[in-house]
């Protein structure tokens, strides 16, 4: 299954943005589906994760302020970002975590 991330974009602080991440086939084959995102210096950072059945789980740094999710019946996950930080810019990417399977990312810039 291929994953193509999209929905990024400039946004002030504060600001929404939703990224998609469309699956090429059936996403429920995808038992834990992530996002990772990386800015230009820092290490990779897992964002957040959902598994097939909607257990989800938070880096500390977006709790509260990302929601995960995915719908198994039109293949596509999403990562709704809520009250951005300039510290969330960075190339964000889906990806099937347990087989390590990246799509491309799309980039997210949020300006103070």
């Known amino acids: 299954v291929q994953l193509q991330a999209s929905g990024g974009g400039l946004v002030q602080a504060g600001g929404s943005l939703r990224l998609s991440c469309a699956a090429s086939g059936s996403i429920f084959n995808i038992l834990v589906l992530a996002w990772y995102r990386q800015a230009p210096g820092k290490q990779r950072e897992l964002v957040a994760t959902i598994t097939r059945y909607g257990i989800t789980n938070y880096a500390d740094s977006v709790k509260g302020r990302f929601t995960i999710s995915r719908d198994n019946a039109k293949n596509t996950g999403y990562l709704q970002m809520n009250s951005l930080k300039p510290e969330d810019t960075a190339v964000y990417y889906c990806?099937?975590?347990?087989?390590?399977?990246w799509g491309q990312g799309t980039q997210v810039t949020v300006s103070s």
């Open positions: 990806v099937d975590n347990l087989n390590q399977y």
